[in-house]
């Protein structure tokens, strides 16, 4: 069972792997966005030319014609570099949302591609925030930043290049700034990075205190609890809030010291450009180009700082996107998967043990054997928390069992397609798993192309079509989140009636009507009755009335099996199962 921790962090050279091998496939925005950034570095270039032509030669010569054509070819010039501006900036957007889209659909695959143990041990509210904010931060760094980066990088070293061309002292003088500015970086990345990382942690904790009160709000109310939750979400938030002030104190402190570097290099560049034009080695147009060109290097430089910020989030968030992905689901599928059988189908347990927690350590069932003959039913029976949703968990293969079989038609299940296993196998579970949608979708959930007249039928079957055909909406009424709008009988007859729908040759009921009266339990009784009369079934009932009839009954207890035999032949026997039954009736 894997859990997900924040232990491991991520390298940014894997990151921007990760990341751009899906930027990466778009061959043809990017081929054209990489051209359009030449044409902005290279316009771009051809600007402070404008300058330096109209100061050194335009004005010595007071020639207005010159003037208009360099101010038209300026102005030209500026409105291409617009449209090219423009269209890269578009097309990165549609890149980068692309990507991510991606991104977003193959973790949410990973993540449905995960057991029941990995869901048990992480929490909803975490898992929502790496799906939405987390792949929020990859954006943020792809979109906003980091492609304009690819323009950056062009320009600033085409910039550098340059003024090396025209005054190489000056341009020297300017590079021996820049090892400053990499100390400051390293000296603020770990830093940023830490902050990032408590701020992703608290706001994990207040989404999780979240998804867990409002999904109980009834509990909340029912306890008078509001204060004792906003409470604690108050604490969890103020966290947050420093958290966050602590990683925005980071970057702020950053930006300005890159800021003061740049202030540096003009200082530089005035001191020794003025010494040049003084000696007349530089023309006062050369001087005003080559700030111009400076102050171009800043925009690079800034951006690149703003982007190691959003690097380091990006990077903690990119940690907790990569546990998901690393995450590898221990219910496998089998390296060479068996033909799954023709029904009848008859189930066999041979000495399974399972323990929740692997290895055997603390067994929850322990050696249980019990076979289910084609067409019949057994009905497992025992204390509460003895074991058995355990044992329809294992034939399910939710969990894999320690040691032992389970086998159907002398087959072991998991040398089956766990989609041949499951579509095979027909499961009414004591926890009630209904959708928020309409009656509708919940019951042709089993079956999506199932016909009005397949749903009504089952509901029949079910004894909810006089309810269903009662209200204004019909099938069509909505049954709200978890089945809020629904009796708990009701809920348990729509999972009957999807588990009819499914008309799988396998049928486990677990405490399948636990919640109805004896009136309408007799009444499904017969639906019931109808649904295992030729199929393979387990039954589960602590009610001991609905199990009178079954095939055979298997008493558990603490995860073995104490007794098996006919409802009559235990009975006789005066043992666990005649104690369970004297216990009801008496
Ligand atoms: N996901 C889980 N992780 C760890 N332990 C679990 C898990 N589910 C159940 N258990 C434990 O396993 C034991 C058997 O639980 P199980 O649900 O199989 O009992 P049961 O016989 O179905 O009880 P009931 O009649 O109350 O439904 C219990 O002690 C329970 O605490
Ligand atoms: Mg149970």
Redesign the pocket.
């Known amino acids: 069972m894997q859990q997900l921790k924040l232990e491991n962090k991520a390298s940014t050279k894997e990151m921007l792997h990760f990341v751009f091998n899906r930027v990466l496939k778009q061959k043809w925005i990017l081929a054209v966005n990489i051209l359009a950034l030449t044409l902005i570095t290279a316009l771009q270039f051809v600007m402070p030319q404008f300058e330096k032509t109209i100061i050194d030669k335009v004005i010595p010569m007071k020639d207005l014609r010159w003037l208009s054509l360099m101010i038209g070819g300026l102005l030209l010039t500026a409105v291409v570099l617009g449209l090219l501006n423009y269209f890269s900036s578009y097309y990165m957007g549609v890149m980068s949302q692309s990507a991510i889209t991606e991104l977003r659909d193959d973790l949410y695959h990973d993540l449905l591609a995960q057991d ?2 990995f869901f ?1 041990s992480s929490k909803t509210g975490d898992l929502m925030v790496r799906l939405t904010s987390d792949i929020n931060n990859l954006q943020s760094m792809i979109s906003a930043n980091m492609l304009s980066m690819i323009g950056n990088l062009f320009t600033f070293v085409g910039v550098l290049v340059f003024i090396f061309i025209v005054n190489w002292q000056m341009a020297l003088a300017v590079t021996v700034t820049f090892p400053l500015m990499f100390v400051i970086y390293r000296v603020f990345r770990d830093r940023i990075h830490a902050a990032y990382k408590a701020a992703r942690l608290s706001q994990t904790k207040m989404s999780n205190q979240m998804q867990n009160t409002l999904t109980q709000i009834d509990l909340i109310k029912s306890y008078t609890n509001e204060d004792l939750a906003q409470s604690e979400f108050n604490a969890v938030s103020e966290q947050n809030r420093q958290d966050m002030i602590k990683a925005t104190q980071n970057g702020a402190i950053f930006s300005p010291l890159i800021d003061g570097v740049n202030y540096l290099q003009v200082a530089i560049i005035l001191a020794l450009g003025a010494y040049f034009v003084m000696q007349k080695t530089l023309t006062v147009g050369d001087l005003v180009a080559y700030l111009t060109y400076v102050a171009m290097l800043q925009a690079p430089i800034q951006s690149f700082t703003r982007l190691l910020n959003q690097i380091q989030q990006a990077l903690v968030s990119y940690s907790r996107i990569n546990e998901i992905t690393q995450a590898k689901p221990t219910i496998l599928e089998p390296a060479h998967p068996v033909a799954f059988p023709k029904a009848p189908l008859g189930l066999k347990l041979d000495q399974v043990n399972f323990s ?2 692997g290895d055997n350590k603390m067994p ?2 322990k050696d249980v054997s019990f076979t289910v003959p084609a067409g019949k039913t057994t009905a ?1 029976v ?12 294992l034939i399910d293969r939710m ?1 894999d069992i320690d040691s032992g079989r389970i086998t159907i038609n002398d087959l072991n299940i998991g040398d089956f397609r766990l989609e041949d296993l499951r579509r095979h196998i027909a499961i009414v579970s ?1 926890d009630l798993f209904i959708l928020d949608g309409t009656l509708r979708d919940n019951v042709v959930y089993a079956k999506p192309e199932a016909t009005d007249q397949e749903v009504h039928e089952v509901l029949r079957l079910a004894d909810l079509e006089a309810f269903v055909t009662s209200l204004p909406a019909g099938l069509d009424t909505q049954v709200g989140e978890r089945g809020v709008k629904l009796s708990g009988g009701q809920k348990q007859r729509l999972s009957i009636a999807r588990a009819l729908l499914k008309n799988a040759p396998i049928v486990i009921l ?2 399948a009507t636990a919640s109805l009266d004896n009136e309408a339990e007799k009444q499904i009784q017969h639906a019931l009755d109808n649904l295992t009369e030729t199929r393979t079934t387990i039954v ?1 009932a ?1 009610r001991l009335s609905t199990v009178y009839n079954a095939d055979q009954i298997v008493v ?1 207890d603490d ?1 073995q099996v104490v007794e098996k035999g006919t409802h009559q032949s235990l009975l006789d026997k005066n043992g666990a199962y005649a104690k369970l039954y004297q216990a009801q009736f008496d």
Do not use: R
């Open positions: 029941t143990a048990e929740y927690l929850t069932i497992l025992g204390h509460s928390g003895s074991g058995k949703s355990t044992i329809t968990k969990y004591q677990d405490e589960i602590h558990i995860g």
